[in-house]
């Protein structure tokens, strides 16, 4: 997909200011306590998902995740398809205190193909 220069900026900027998982790292960090959060739609979701994880959408990130996750220490894994919404998503997370934000490099696309 081809995004606008001007979001793939702002994506690529949150990339380099939070971490970033492998996909390879995911079981070990789920089995430790991590929470894998889906944060593409719903129905993107229902299509196919990391097990366990939690759905809260890009847009309504900010409104819910607080009654969802209230620990501000819990280790939260943001993925989207690949890279861009799971970086704005933990970057957005890390803005909001959430200490363990980090994303899944290469999203869910990622994790399948391993």
Partial sequence: MAYTSKFQTLADAARARVD???PADVAALVA???VPLDIRDPDEHAAGHI???VNISRGK?????????PDLDTVILCYC?????????????????Y??????GGGLKGW???
Avoid: C, H, K
């Avoid at 990130?61 to 996750?69: P, Y």
């Avoid at 200490?99 to 899944?104: G, V």
């Fill in 51 to 53: 097990p366990g994880s």
């Fill in 61 to 69: 990130l900010e409104m819910n995740v607080e009654g969802v996750i």
């Fill in 81 to 97: 398809n690949a890279y861009n919404r799971g970086a704005l998503s933990a970057a957005t997370l890390r803005d909001m205190g």
């Fill in 99 to 104: 200490r363990n934000a980090r994303f899944i």
């Fill in 20 to 22: 970033e998982v492998t």
């Fill in 32 to 34: 430790a306590g991590a």
């Fill in 112 to 114: 399948q193909a391993l």
